[in-house]
C-alpha cells in the first residue's frame, strides 16, 4: 500500500495490534500450525513473490488481503459456535471504527481501499454472528 501511495491510517493501527498479539501469543498460546495459519502465509508469499516478479505492488495487496480474510476462519467459527464468549461491544466498535475507515478512503482503488473493505467484511461478519444472530 505504501508502494502504491495509498494512506496508512487504518493499516498502521492494524500492524501495530498484530504486533501485541503476536508477542502475547508467543508467551501465552500453544505453538500450533493448522491449514489455516499455514494457508495465510502460502498467500502472503504468492503476493510478495508476485510483486517482486512483477513489479506490481496492487498483487501484493490483494494477496495480502485474500490471507487476511482466510485467517479470520477460525474467529468466524469461535463466533459461530460460541457467540457469548465474544465482547459484543469490541467487535461493535471495531466495526464502526471499519466504517469510519471506509468514508475516509479518497481514492477508491485497490491500494486505498481493498484493506478497509477487508476489514470491514471481517467485522460485519463477526457482529453478525456474535450480536445479530443470537436475536433472530
Known sequence: MKKK???LGQINGAVAGAW???ILALFYGQL???WVEWGS???ATVGIISWKTTGDAKKA???SNVAIF???FPEFAIGYRT???ENPWAWSIWLASCICALCAVRKWDIANALQP???TAIEATMVFLVVIRPLL
Do not use: R
Open 5 to 7: 501511495g495509498a494512506k
Open 20 to 22: 501485541v498479539i503476536t
Open 32 to 34: 500450533t500450525m493448522g
Open 41 to 43: 502465509i502460502a498467500l
Open 61 to 63: 495487496i490483494i494477496w
Open 70 to 72: 482466510m485467517g479470520s
Open 83 to 85: 457467540p457469548e464468549q
Open 117 to 119: 473493505l477487508t476489514f
